[in-house]
């Protein structure tokens, strides 16, 4: 494949851009750059009604979070713009006109009353919600019913109308899905949609259908639920005489709930508590402000019905392009797995560098009340980095180094308590204060005064660190008491003397 491959993610500005509509968008990148061809963003916001201000912005700021990055959008420009559909308003009726002139399209002058009417006419057992189609469209009010004069009138005199598709009877509509395969759809089944609305916008079949043609779109990734649109697509890109020229189009698997069945929703997030939105959206948390790393999600994402057939699954965003390969899609849905969610997440934390890692991790601290230099949370950070799975974890796995624990497991430190610990660590701070203070010889000679006073060492380890760090959690002990030096860890220990 070339230079001539382009892909679109054409999401419509109704709402946040969810986990699916982000896969859609990663995979269409991921075939561009494999191909070393284009990503393009295009916002299909011809439905007024639906139209959701700040959702368009919402949708670039989740794409450049994830670093999927298009060459050609709204904001950047590019040879084949505008790429937001109600700017381009003025291109699609000719089209609209042509399907008519060629008899594969006519104008209807229904009203909504009409259109009601038919529905309770043409309704009854066989047929419980009549459409508008082979049955029911010669008894409408349309330019196949009217005589050419009253239709021309009608135009004439601006009466409100639409334009519909003409869907051929009895015909078999194929076409070759990347992901399927052949796909025979009868063209008995479908409706005579509506291309061109009463107010000279386009629906979203047609504005798709010319769009992906104007901007030279070789392939289409998009969601399973847009397979019924499809026929109607391929009907329009042959009345329009473009056939040889189609996209070829990849019907992704959808992405299912963790449990039961069917398409993760919104308020599947709800009830099992994980975020559907890349970023926060309509008080909705996002996998960003939860404490994700963007390659780890977008890893995740990858991994949800795509692998590069062999066991690994950890690929950076330059891995995927060089191994995303479409045929490697599974055909089956996605179940969701936000544990497997989180694993990636410790798995990329772990991975990093930490002073890739600090900026981040400075904001959750900053967050918690705990501004400290670089210099001070760079090493505290590489002692605790492969314990934090959720970057707020930073916050409990780091306080206690730079300020003394509030919350602290104090029953496991009184449930042992005796005499005898209180001898032991009065003697541990009494000899701690004159020696070497490295991690080394606190062990050392932890264990020797132990010994010498007929302690076990758990019995004494234990209390030690709760008294530290707050809780049984947290690195070596000795590497926190040597990082929080003798006077602190005395203050720390005398507390409980
Ligand atoms: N605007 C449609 C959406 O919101 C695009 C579907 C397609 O990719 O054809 O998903």
């Given at each position: 494949m070339s230079d001539n491959v382009r892909l679109r993610f054409a999401p419509s500005p109704t709402g946040g851009l969810h986990l699916?509509?982000?896969?859609?968008?990663?995979?269409?990148?991921?075939?561009?750059?494999?191909?070393?061809g284009a990503f393009v963003l295009r916002i299909e916001d011809t439905d007024r009604n639906r139209f959701v201000e700040g959702a368009e912005e919402y949708i670039t700021n989740s794409l450049v979070w994830c670093g999927i990055v298009?060459?050609?959008?709204?904001?950047?420009?590019?040879?084949?713009?505008p790429y937001r559909q109600s700017e381009r308003k003025a291109n699609y009726r000719q089209y609209a006109e042509q399907l008519v002139e060629n008899g594969y399209a006519y104008y209807a002058f229904d009203t909504k009353e009409d259109l009601e009417k038919m529905r309770a006419d043409f309704k009854s057992d066989t047929n419980p919600s009549p459409q508008y189609d082979k049955t029911t469209r010669m008894s409408m009010n349309n330019s196949l019913t009217l005589s050419a004069e009253e239709t021309t009138k009608l135009l004439d005199t601006n009466t409100p109308h639409v334009i519909r598709i003409k869907v051929p009877e009895n015909e078999s509509i194929r076409f070759n899905d990347m992901i399927r395969g052949d796909i025979a759809n009868d063209s008995n089944l479908l409706d005579d949609k509506v291309l061109l609305k009463a107010d000279n916008m386009p629906t979203y079949h047609l504005a798709v259908v010319i769009d992906d043609y104007l901007m030279k779109i070789s392939?289409?990734?998009?969601?399973?639920?847009?397979?019924?649109?499809a026929p109607i697509h391929v009907l329009l890109w042959k009345y329009l005489g473009w056939e040889d020229i189609a996209p070829q189009w990849a019907h992704l698997p959808l992405i299912l709930k963790p449990d039961g069945k069917g398409k993760l929703s919104k308020r599947d997030g709800e009830r099992l508590g994980f975020p559907v939105f890349p970023l926060s959206w309509d008080g909705h948390e996002g996998y960003k402000e939860r404490g994700f790393l963007a390659d780890a999600f977008v890893n995740m994402l990858a991994a949800l019905g795509w692998n590069d057939g062999t066991e690994n699954e950890m690929f950076s965003l330059a891995e995927l392009i060089e191994k995303f390969d479409s045929t490697r899609i599974n055909k089956a849905g996605a179940k969701f797995n936000y544990e497997k969610a989180l694993w990636y997440n410790a798995e990329y934390v772990k991975q990093k560098e930490a002073a890739e890692l600090?900026?981040?991790?400075?904001?959750?601290?900053?967050?918690?009340?705990?501004?400290?230099?670089?210099?001070?949370?760079?090493?505290?950070?590489k002692m605790v980095q492969e314990r934090i799975t959720l970057l707020p974890d930073a916050v409990k796995e780091m306080h206690y180094f730079f300020q003394q624990p509030t919350d602290v497991d104090e029953q496991s430190?009184?449930?042992?308590?005796?005499?005898?610990?209180?001898?032991?660590?009065?003697a541990l701070l009494d000899h701690w204060g004159s020696i070497d203070w490295n991690k080394e010889s606190l062990e050392t000679t932890f264990k020797e005064i132990a010994k010498a006073q007929e302690m076990k060492i758990g019995a004494v380890m234990l209390p030690f660190r709760v008294m530290l760090v707050?809780?049984?959690?947290?690195?070596g002990v000795f590497d926190i008491a040597q990082f929080l030096g003798f006077e602190e860890v005395k203050a720390r220990v005398s507390k409980y003397l």
């Open positions: 699916g509509g982000v896969r859609t968008a990663l995979f269409s990148y991921l075939f561009a750059k494999h191909h070393h298009p060459d050609e959008s709204p904001e950047k420009g590019g040879d084949y713009g392939h289409v990734f998009r969601g399973e639920e847009w397979l019924p649109s600090l900026p981040a991790v400075q904001l959750e601290l900053k967050k918690a009340g705990l501004a400290k230099s670089d210099e001070e949370v760079l090493p505290v950070l430190i009184q449930g042992k308590w005796s005499d005898a610990h209180a001898t032991f660590y009065a707050g809780g049984k959690f947290g690195p």
